[in-house]
């Protein structure tokens, strides 16, 4: 069964600093993948998704993310945080009859 | 105005009673989604619908139905509610035309059930 792995609950990041939100999956064909981002009180929002070709995706916000077939890895990064970021961010697999599979998320805390 | 609107926002109801949480949009897509919250849990499916006569079950359907009124409406109820149904609930659309598949979702529906 496609599942996906965020190992990291919480995140705190200083302002400025950079950020690397980790996501592993599991999925027998070549995935489609997605990071979506919930902010407090909002719906989630899609940042970045990946489907084939350049295993570097930008997107939205100044985010972008690595695909790494070899580690089954979808890593989300952004090279200076700032305060508005913090929120929950979750990433999640394309599975067959185009249902997704998500993480279970990881909240990030910005500190000044 | 939101392309995918949840109604309501907010609810609080008793154990044992029948509530209806509503979901409309104006992107004009035929699939839409149920999905439920719980904090550690991340989101899970719990039906899925890819036209007007097509409803499925997702991996958490027990205790919930739902309704595809429309292309741009699509109901979950909760026929007895219980404790445990405490959660966020989403609801998402997508083209089926888009072979990417990106689903855009509503502002969620907290639901608290006492």
């Known amino acids: 069964a496609q599942s996906v792995t965020q190992p990291d609950i919480h995140i705190t990041v200083s302002e400025g600093a950079s950020l690397e939100l980790r996501c592993n999956y599991s999925y027998g064909a070549t995935p489609y993948l997605f990071w979506y981002v919930q902010s407090p009180g909002q719906g989630l929002q899609l940042l970045l998704k990946y489907f084939s070709g350049d295993t570097l995706v930008q997107g939205i916000k100044g985010f972008e993310a690595e695909f790494k077939r070899s580690q089954s890895s979808f890593n989300l990064r952004k090279p200076s945080v700032h305060w508005s970021d913090a929120a929950e961010y979750f990433c999640?697999?394309?599975?067959?009859?185009?249902?997704?599979?998500f993480g279970t998320g990881t909240r990030l805390l910005v500190s000044p | 105005d939101a392309d995918v609107t949840q109604t309501p926002r907010n609810r609080i109801t008793k154990t044992g009673k029948r509530i209806m949480l509503e979901c409309s949009q104006t992107?004009?897509?035929?699939?839409m989604y149920w999905y439920r919250q719980d904090p550690g849990l991340g989101l899970r499916l719990i039906y899925y619908s890819f036209d007007v006569k097509d409803i499925n079950k997702g991996e958490i359907s027990d205790g919930y139905s739902v309704s595809r009124q429309a292309q741009a409406k699509f109901s979950l109820s909760l026929e007895s509610a219980i404790p445990n149904q405490t959660a966020l609930y989403f609801c998402?659309?997508?083209?089926?035309?888009?072979?990417?598949?990106?689903?855009?979702f509503g502002a969620g529906t907290r639901l608290s059930v006492l």
């Open positions: 992107k004009g897509h035929d699939r």
């Open positions: 999640a697999v394309g599975t067959g009859f185009q249902k997704l599979v």
């Open positions: 998402a659309t997508s083209d089926s035309v888009d072979y990417q598949n990106i689903q855009y």
